[in-house]
């Protein structure tokens, strides 16, 4: 089936110039050579007010453009400084940050090696000292002992010299009685003692 033929569209008149506008329609008559040269001109003069208007017009636009083209470029190159400093910013902190935790990180590195040593130390140091607190007990009671074994040999040693002493006085004056006993008998015995008689009466004193 064919298809229907499309009806050409009819062109809008043509607007007239802004310097014809309002103009009233003149009734045509014939102008002479130099009256057309003359219309002529002066459309040829309009025409050129109306394009350097336009020209104007067109370089005020232009002018604009730039003017936003290049306030539009300042403010890009404004943007992306100012992103340029923010990520500048941003690693800086992040460096920051960085720095600070792995100082800390090796600062309670270096305090925990530090504690351990320190319990270690001091570990050590208690295991030593209760060492010598119990190699003291151990010399007291030893000292205690050797104390009370002296002491105990000391009595045992002055027991048996009292006795001894003990022993040797009693010899010594049973050594001295006999003597004396001795002497006694004798001078009761001799003819020239005037007290032969009472010497002799103690002889049973001596037996």
């Known amino acids: 089936m064919d298809k229907p033929k499309e009806q050409p569209r009819k062109l809008s008149p043509k607007p007239k110039p802004r310097y014809l506008q309002g103009v009233a329609a003149k009734p045509e008559k014939k102008l002479s050579q130099e009256e057309i040269v003359k219309s002529l001109k002066l459309q040829i003069q309009k025409q050129k007010q109306e394009l350097d208007f336009r020209e104007g017009e067109i370089q005020k636009l232009t002018r604009f453009n730039e003017d936003k083209r290049d306030k539009i470029a300042e ?26 935790q792995k100082t800390f990180q090796q600062r309670i590195s270096h305090l925990e090696s530090q ?6 130390q001091n570990e050590k140091d208690m295991k030593v000292q209760r060492e010598r607190v ?9 000292k205690e002992k050797t104390i009370k074994e002296q002491s105990t040999s000391l009595e045992n040693i002055t027991r048996e010299f ?3 002493l003990n022993e040797a006085i ?6 001295m009685d006999g003597r004396n006993y001795a002497t006694l008998k004798h001078t009761a015995n001799s003819p020239k003692s005037p007290k032969n008689k009472k010497v002799f009466d103690y002889e049973g004193d001596f037996m």
């Open 75 to 100: 403010l890009h190159q404004e943007l992306e400084e100012e992103k340029k400093s923010r990520i500048e910013n941003e690693e800086g902190l992040r460096k920051q940050y960085n720095d600070l």
């Open 115 to 120: 504690m351990t040593e320190m319990r270690t």
């Open 134 to 142: 119990e190699n003291a007990e151990k010399e007291i009671k030893e």
């Open 162 to 164: 009292g006795d001894l």
């Open 170 to 175: 009693r010899k010594m004056n049973d050594k």
